[in-house]
């Protein structure tokens, strides 16, 4: 039999007995749109008639023009023009919109709607590279470009990384990148760039094949839009970063359970697993999670089309879940210590909030003055109503439908999103809710697109009510990509543009970029030293220094860069924490931090700063004894701590 | 209606197999031109990426499912897998290669790359022939609204790219500075050094001063933007462990000074 819901030449054995039961379970067949012949009668989406526009090419060209709106916004960015916001949101939305638009109104074929995919993955992952075409500018993107430039250097792993403890004792991008860096002539930053913009494809495609089987090619289609419109996919995804490359791999691991035969399914699958399990902890914790639960819902569902997938699936997982163990136990202990606080934190933060002893944290609070215009903020919070309501109506929708094990853990996994919005009620946990939406969106995908396609059936005929259903949805779905975006990247970093001191990918800029190329040079490899966040970061990456930050002896490190007199105490700091260099960067006492603070969390007055640092305190250095200013460009300066390290002062 | 047997009662080779001994070939080819354009140094960068790229990211994973006998898939599981299998195989031979001697380094990878293709068809050849795959679908007429159409965006997609990229380019040139560095180097020697982020070619000069007494002077140091300038300075014996050595900077256009740096003489 040939049948293209499945999305290939012949179904598969459980595929024919899933879909027959299902049929079978449902009351007699009704068309889903008036004037259609049921589904069971119809011809499969392959077979129909296409529709006569040139749906992909339309579509394509739709991605394009917003995505030349985005470039055109952004270098009004840069230069702090007017228009740059709007003309951002207006390119980003002709850039998914339309295409949405194609998937909900049209007839297409499953080729047609996988192409379609792939055009809005590459546009929106060319958002991303147009923010920074030049070099890597995002935090995780430094940590890891340290880890690739010490496997470069060195020709080994599990180097030490200050900037991201984890990230060498989870090498897998890393490894891939280099081995591309090393074999093409390429530098680093564009081989992390063909590394991530593969995955990214990969990302989109592979969940579409996964959505297949549980879901008709169209709705497939549109649980994957929904899932591009998670707060993490344009940027945080979309970063040189492990979790991109996770990404990738975990649909993989399940379309492999689902597609190969018993013994290439477990050896294949494993090998997956095993590759996930070294690129990125917490996915691979994820899919382990993931894999166990649609194993056990194999078994307990008893499907007849599902028990020949059960030891693969059983077998995968218990695989992955052995690596995830080992590893992280033999090779990689330090995640517990990476990972640990973070979950703490919030979960003590909660318990202040739920208690009374804290009060809820302000939402959209801008860190520095940089907040969000009022209607981004509008669009924010309506996103996370509609997946919160969306989410149930489409566990209903799924119960209703009896889907199989595979749709039973997808709705699992959309179903625990709005527990993901507790820790938002705290600073501490606000970030843990941001990354588990890469994660939880996979099955918000898949509930959304149900409801969708209850509602707008295809096809949609001019002069029916579908049509405002349609039109509804896609306002809705423009709803959830702002709003998605809002919600998890920075106001002040959506866009490139002028410096702002400790604003992540704003206070990436030519001047503390070249400090950093010639400290590489110049600077003793492996220094400790000390400065604003921004320029240690770009020390470790870039100069393969080894930032210090929190606290020596009880007193914060950055008093250094606060106190407005050079006195004992900040001598005592240096020769206490052996800080062989100190970077000042002269801009933080120009302006607020972008993000809340100028070089760690917990520095005293974090997140409530109402004054910059003052110029006394970054004018200090030049004058103090013992201090050898070794490099400077008016605003960014170097000095050498030798005298005082070797008992000078 | 049966396919006709040979005296010996083998099948005859259907046109199945002969696209699976083209795939093995490719692979093969693949495999030695990836290495031919590696090792050749003046192997242009475009064709290094061209072939590196599926040798890296497409090879390793067509072997494992060869070797593990995939079965029938589509076009895109396969690819899917294809590439999802090559990372999870490079990140686990990234594991092994390190701990080699060589690491991971140009040659290992090449290496371990190249045994891995001979060994995995090695293996793959030997099992027995699958079943002929089903003849494909007739593919789709090619409608050149859409061929045009996907031009169009195409070039839209190359124009936003290269857009983008000027606009940054010009924000990097729009930060107007210049460095300068002086630092010390061995037993009473400095490295002394400039560079330019000046938007046109500009003249410098630079003093070294121990105290009250000038040392040296550099003049007529013209920089372009991204250029610079370095020389290492001896020190004389008259400079004093403890005493401040100081390099300022000039524009040769102007008295006042532009920068200066320092640093206490070296025991």
Redesign the interface.
């Known amino acids: 039999m040939r049948d293209r819901r499945g999305?290939?030449?012949?179904l598969s054995v459980d595929q024919v007995s899933d879909r027959r039961a299902r049929e079978a379970a449902r009351p007699p067949a009704t068309s889903d749109s008036p004037g259609n012949p049921p589904a069971a009668a119809r011809p499969c989406p392959d077979t129909v008639v296409p529709t006569r526009l040139?749906a992909?090419?339309?579509g394509?060209?739709a991605?394009?023009?917003g995505?030349?709106a985005?470039?055109?916004a952004?270098?009004l960015a840069?230069?702090a023009s007017t228009g740059a916001r709007p003309l951002f949101w207006a390119g980003y939305m002709t850039i998914v919109l339309p295409i949405t638009a194609l998937v909900l109104f049209s007839r297409l074929?499953r080729?047609q709607l996988?192409w379609l995919l792939l055009?809005v993955g590459a546009?929106l992952y060319?958002v991303k590279?147009?923010h920074?075409?030049?070099w890597f500018t995002f935090h995780d993107e430094l940590g890891h470009l340290r880890t690739a430039a010490d496997?470069q250097r060195?020709?080994?792993?599990?180097e030490h990384n200050p900037i991201l403890r984890a990230s060498p004792f989870f090498?897998?991008l890393e490894?891939?990148a280099?081995?591309?860096a090393?074999?093409?002539?390429?530098s680093l930053f564009v081989s992390g760039l063909?590394v991530i913009g593969?995955?990214r494809l990969?990302t989109i495609?592979?969940l579409f094949?996964v959505y297949e089987f549980v879901v008709p090619p169209r709705a497939a289609a549109l649980a994957t839009i929904v899932y591009t419109s998670n707060p993490t996919f344009l940027y945080f995804d979309g970063q040189f970063s492990y979790e991109s490359?996770a990404l990738?791999?975990a649909p993989?691991?399940i379309?492999?359970a689902l597609?190969?035969?018993p013994?290439?399914g477990i050896?294949?699958g494993s090998?997956?697993a095993?590759?996930?399990v070294?690129?990125h902890h917490l996915t691979s914790y994820a899919l382990c999670a993931f894999l166990a639960v649609w194993a056990l819902l194999v078994v307990v569902a008893r499907r007849r089309s599902e028990e020949a997938r059960a030891v693969t699936i059983a077998a995968v997982a218990a695989i992955a879940i052995a690596v995830a163990v080992a590893w992280a136990a033999l090779v990689a202990p330090v995640t517990s210590g990476y990972i640990t606080p973070v979950v703490r934190n919030a979960v003590h933060a909660l318990g202040d909030v739920v208690s009374g002893g804290s009060p809820v944290k302000h939402p959209f609070q801008g860190a520095g003055g940089y907040g969000r215009p009022a209607w981004e903020r509008i669009a924010s919070l309506a996103s996370v109503a509609i997946v919160s309501v969306g989410v149930l109506v489409g566990l209903l929708a799924a119960i209703r439908r009896r889907p199989s094990a595979l749709g039973w853990a997808l709705a699992l996994t959309g179903a625990a999103y709005p527990l993901t919005l507790l820790p938002r009620l705290t600073q501490a946990g606000t970030e843990i809710s941001n990354r588990s939406s890469g994660f939880v969106f996979v099955g918000v995908g898949y509930l959304l697109a149900l409801i969708v396609v209850r509602a707008v059936p295809a096809p949609v005929h001019r002069r029916s009510r579908h049509v405002s259903w349609g039109l509804a949805s896609l306002a809705v779905l423009a709803v959830l990509f702002i709003g998605g975006v809002g919600i998890g990247w920075a106001p002040a970093a959506l866009q490139?543009g002028p410096f702002i001191p400790a604003a992540n990918s704003r206070s990436i800029?030519?001047?503390s970029r070249?400090?950093a190329v010639?400290a590489r040079s110049?600077?003793e490899p492996g220094s400790r030293l000390s400065g604003d966040v921004d320029s240690s970061l770009l020390m470790a990456a870039y100069a393969g220094q080894d930032p210090q930050s929190g606290t020596i002896s009880s007193i914060p490190v950055s008093r250094l860069f606060t106190a407005t007199r050079f006195g004992p105490v900040e001598r005592r700091i240096i020769v206490a924490d052996q800080l062989r260099y100190l970077v000042v960067d002269r801009r933080i006492s120009e302006a607020l931090p972008g993000i809340g603070f100028y070089f760690a969390p917990g520095e005293p007055g974090a997140f409530h700063h109402s004054h910059p640092i003052p110029d006394a305190a970054v004018d200090k250095f030049h004058r103090a004894p013992?201090l050898?200013?070794?490099?400077?460009?008016?605003?960014i300066s170097i000095y050498?701590t030798?005298?005082l390290l070797s008992g000078g002062g | 209606m049966t396919a006709p047997r040979t005296p010996g009662g083998v099948l005859p080779r259907t046109r199945s197999f002969d696209r699976r001994d083209a795939a093995d070939g490719a692979a093969v080819v693949l495999a030695a031109a990836a290495t031919a354009v590696v090792l050749v140094p003046s192997a242009p960068v475009w064709l290094r990426v061209a072939v590196v790229v599926p040798f890296l990211l497409a090879l390793p994973g067509y072997l494992a499912l060869r070797v593990a006998g995939s079965g029938r898939l589509g076009v895109e599981d396969r690819t899917l897998l294809t590439v999802g299998l090559s990372i999870s195989i490079l990140a686990i031979a990234g594991l092994a290669l390190d701990l080699l001697p060589s690491g991971l380094s140009r040659g290992s990878w090449l290496a371990a790359i190249d045994v891995g293709v001979v060994a995995a068809l090695v293996v793959a050849r030997r099992r027995p022939a699958a079943a002929p795959a089903p003849r494909p679908v007739a593919r789709p007429r090619v409608r050149w609204a859409t061929v045009g159409t996907l031009a169009l965006a195409g070039a839209l997609a190359v124009t936003a790219l290269t857009v983008d990229i000027r606009g940054a380019q010009a924000q990097e040139r729009r930060e107007r500075f210049v460095e300068v560095w002086l630092v010390p180097s061995g037993n009473h020697a400095a490295l002394l050094g400039i560079r330019s982020a000046e938007p046109s070619v500009t003249g410098y000069r630079v003093t070294l001063a121990d105290g009250p007494r000038r040392v040296r002077t550099w003049s007529g140091i013209r920089l372009a933007w991204g250029e610079s300038w370095q020389v290492t300075v001896t020190l004389p014996a008259s400079v004093h462990p403890g005493e401040t050595v100081t390099a300022r900077l000039y524009r040769e256009s102007s008295p006042g000074v532009v920068r200066s740096v320092h640093f206490a003489a070296p025991d």
């Open positions: 999305g290939n030449d012949t040139p992909l090419g339309l394509a060209v991605a394009a023009v995505l030349l985005v470039a055109a952004d270098n840069r230069t074929t080729r996988m055009a546009a060319l590279v147009m920074s075409p030049l496997i060195t020709g080994h792993l599990y090498p897998a490894t891939v280099t081995a591309l090393g074999l093409s002539g390429l063909v593969v995955a990969v495609v592979a094949r490359l990738a791999l993989i691991v379309l492999g597609r190969l035969g013994r290439a050896v294949l090998t997956l095993v590759g996930a070294v690129t490139p800029d030519p001047l070249w400090a010639w110049h600077l013992f050898d200013e070794v490099f400077s460009d008016g605003r050498d030798r005298n």
